[in-house]
Nanobody
Framework: QVQLVESGGGLVQPGGSLRLSCVVS????????MKWYRQASGKQRELVAR???????IYADSVKGRFTISRDNDKNTLYLQMNSLKPEDTAVYYC????????????RGKGTLVTVSS
């Protein structure tokens, strides 16, 4: 089992920054990759960023150059640094762990709300 707890969301003005954190516990050694998803009200879930065990990263086109995914293996924590935030970034952000040997669908946290508004 893997447990994920996100934090760091909140209200921020357009152009501002936030850093999301996701603390991971449980069978951490079984995790292959970590992801951040987001889901805005009335919209489908969107993959925001992914980081593999080899530190390879990918980003959605909508956040490239503005968001950075990273992790601290010593602290078992995943981060998402979000800069130059736009109103369209408003969503609930979820941390996700790929652990195919434990559960094919992976594990997801409960999410943290990011609201970008003036």
């Amino acid at each position: 089992q893997v447990q994920l707890v996100e934090s760091g969301g909140g209200l921020v003005q357009p152009g501002g920054s936030l850093r999301l954190s996701c603390v991971v516990s449980g069978s951490v050694s079984n995790i292959h990759a970590m992801k951040w998803y987001r889901q805005a009200s009335g919209k489908q879930r969107e993959l925001v960023a992914r980081i593999a065990s080899g530190e390879d990263t990918i980003y959605a086109d909508s956040v490239k150059g503005r968001f950075t995914i990273s992790r601290d293996n010593d602290k078992n924590t995943l981060y998402l640094q979000m800069n130059s935030l736009k109103p369209e970034d408003t969503a609930v952000y979820y941390c996700h762990a790929d652990a195919p040997f434990l559960r094919p669908e992976g594990y997801r946290g409960k999410g943290t709300l990011v609201t970008v508004s003036s």
